[in-house]
């Protein structure tokens, strides 16, 4: 079984990100980025509804975080500071469901429509999976998305990910049920990250 220590948190950078770790200085970017009905179009969770279930979201990252079972990061552009370690929030993107004893992970992510088609999430995502497979020893990574998230897809196939399977009326959301299609990525050094 793999063991993980998130303690310090890891604050990981590429050429123009920050990710790093959330905290109450995110709440007001939190509300807006989730409560953003395009940029929770096929996120297939409710829009939030106050600063404090902004709050609360933040929250249960860090208990998720505190228990072993997940870890989110925020997406900050590097020019765009709060302060050392943090940065104003865009984005997020973690592995939110983690199976340690079988080396596995689901990655999610998302990233407000101002930031759109500028490379910002497969820069993200490049750099998580890198650091999953490298510093934490995943053996495989898996994502959910919605069948119709053509910008999602795209981009996990840019990076490798493999379509291995599609779910049929697997989840229930604001009164109906929808189908969930599922990628994934096997730590194979250098067969990783064939970009176009």
């Not at 933040?58 to 500071?81: C, E, M, Q, V």
């Not at 973690?94 to 088609?117: C, S, T």
């Not at 994502?143 to 229930?172: M, T, V």
Request: glycine share 6%.
């Amino acid at each position: 079984m793999l063991f993980v220590n998130f303690d310090p948190f890891p604050i990981l950078e590429t050429e123009r990100l920050l990710l790093h770790a959330m905290s109450e200085s995110h709440v007001e970017d939190m509300f807006k980025l989730r409560s953003n009905p395009q940029a929770m179009q096929y996120i297939g969770k409710p829009l939030l509804a106050s600063r404090n279930e902004a709050r609360d979201l933040i929250d249960a990252y860090s208990r998720n975080l505190r228990d072993k079972i997940g870890i989110t990061w925020g997406i900050a552009l590097k020019d765009i500071r709060v302060n050392e370690s943090e940065g104003a929030l865009i984005g997020t993107i973690g592995f939110h469901k983690m199976d340690l004893y079988n080396y596995r992970a689901e990655i999610g992510y998302m990233i407000h429509p101002d930031h759109w088609f500028k490379g910002i999430m497969s820069e993200a995502l490049k750099r998580i999976v890198d650091y999953g497979f490298k510093e934490m020893y995943f053996h495989s990574i898996e994502a959910k998305i919605s069948p119709e998230n053509d910008a999602s897809r795209k981009i996990l196939l840019k990076h490798g990910f493999e379509k291995e399977a599609y779910f049929k009326e697997s989840f229930h959301e604001n009164g109906r049920f929808l189908d969930t299609e599922i990628y994934s990525l096997l730590n194979k050094p250098g067969e990783r990250h064939k970009t176009a």
